[in-house]
């Protein structure tokens, strides 16, 4: 089979201990839609995946995930560590958006396979996903020893393509929260997410490939942040907060095509910011959401 990534043609091997899963569909060879998932905790994910319905833990051969170099059921994988068992509850694995993102894809494209490559980090800035990676410049977030996880992303995309044929349909994004911490941090954020996610459609080879990001919402705050004025929002705590939510909305024009999803109420686990079962259930729905209703605004456009 044949694939296109990096710009350059590739042949891709059915070799050995590669996975290749079954197409689906009226087509006898149809690609498998690729989304690439990212982002820091919420994204990672702390939903219990003992808490979901025995479909979702199991998963079936339409929605994939590519995982330990091979496409597979989309399920709970990630092992709980010990430290967060103990905070929040025993869970046999946990899971972020991509379990109800991949189910709400394949609900909206029933005769199609969905492709999951998820890389996701907690508490990690976003200049550990920079192009142009620099050990100096992560360490502006502590993020210096994970290295450049932009390169890593990358290599995970191109070998799940590799393995079988594959066609990139967006980029989803969930992080900012470690860019927060500092008002420098938060004024940079909108030109390092242009520099990540245009390092992204260049590297795939896809130069309108749709962003879809979430971005948080607090106390009533509007989607539109042009002109806020940071002193009716006390309760924001980091002092670039503000100027990453405001990156964020503007993300949509600098970095058409693209969908800003504004994150509202989701539920939490008992004193932190992470999402629990029904949050990172709630939080995959509106990123498919979002991606469908992108495409299509985006398909009426002349």
Known sequence: MVIRFLGVMLVAAITVGVSVP????????????????????????YGDSTQLPERLRKGNDRVLMFEDGKWQPLRPFKETN???????????????PEIAFGDEMAKAWPDETIGIVKQAIGATGILAWHPDWSKEQADRTNDGSKGPLFKALMAKVREGCES??????????????ADMKEDSLGKEYLSNLKALVEGVRRETGVPDLPLILGSYRPGGMPDDLTGIDPSNYPDLKRPGALYVLQAQYEAQKELAPAKMVPLRDLETHPRNVHFNTAGQLELGKLFAKAYLELVKEEAGKP
């Open 22 to 45: 079954v197409a689906f569909g009226e087509e006898a060879a149809k690609k498998i839609k690729l989304f690439i998932l990212s982002g820091q905790s919420n994204m990672v994910g």
């Open 82 to 96: 010990d430290r967060m068992k103990e905070r929040q509850g025993m869970m046999e694995f946990s899971f972020g």
């Open 164 to 177: 079988t044929d594959c066609e990139i349909m967006a980029l989803v994004w969930m992080q900012g929260g």
